[in-house]
């Protein structure tokens, strides 16, 4: 999700929140805990690193009641 020159996407709260499908209270939480690249620019706008969201999903497992551990590729 970089430009071809090299910048990354950068995408506000809420439009992180529609591009991947959670609300806007959680895409918020992410980059407010730093589980994700962004940053505040202005009076309070956050702006989040699109790819870091795609990482950070990529990397997220779910542990199943057998202790397994499932890994699912949403973004790729």
Known sequence: MDNSNGI??????????????????????????????????GRGKILINAQSVVEFFNESYIKTPENNIIKENYYE
């Open 8 to 41: 990354p996407t950068m995408l506000g709260v809420k439009e992180t929140a529609e591009k991947f499908g959670i609300a806007q209270h959680y895409a918020r939480q992410l980059a407010l805990s730093g589980k994700v690249k962004a940053v505040r620019v």
